[in-house]
Nanobody, 126 residues
Framework: QVHMVESGGGLVQAGGSLRLSCVVSGRTFSLYAMAWFRQAPGKEREFVAAINWDGASTRYADSVKGRFIISRDNAANTLDLQMNSLKVEDTGVYYC???????????????????WGQGTQVTVSS
């Protein structure tokens, strides 16, 4: 079983930065592809960023490319998302996700995840 807890959300002005963290329980965290998703009010959940098991490869949604950085620390069982130059449209609940069936992000970028955190709220004001 995998348990994930996100933190780091909050209220920030447009142009500001936030860093989200996700602490993951489970011995085999280092074998999983991981990702961040978000859901804005009234909208479907959408992919934000993903990372392979070793952190060597990443993928981003076009809307966040160049502003967000996903990273992981397999020794500490943590997944992070550094968010810079935040925009009002980045507002939403952010979720970390794990694909325990693959070490590579090709499935999880399409939503193929079997473990999810409870989410952390990010609000960007104008």
């Amino acid at each position: 079983q995998v348990h994930m807890v996100e933190s780091g959300g909050g209220l920030v002005q447009a142009g500001g930065s936030l860093r989200l963290s996700c602490v993951v329980s489970g011995r085999t965290f280092s074998l999983y592809a991981m990702a961040w998703f978000r859901q804005a009010p009234g909208k479907e959940r959408e992919f934000v960023a993903a990372i392979n098991w070793d952190g060597a490869s990443t993928r981003y949604a076009d809307s966040v490319k160049g502003r967000f950085i996903i990273s992981r620390d397999n020794a500490a069982n943590t997944l992070d998302l550094q968010m810079n130059s935040l925009k009002v449209e980045d507002t939403g609940v952010y979720y970390c996700a794990a694909d325990s069936h693959s070490a590579y992000f090709f499935g999880i970028v399409g939503g193929k995840a079997d473990f999810w955190g409870q989410g952390t709220q990010v609000t960007v004001s104008s």
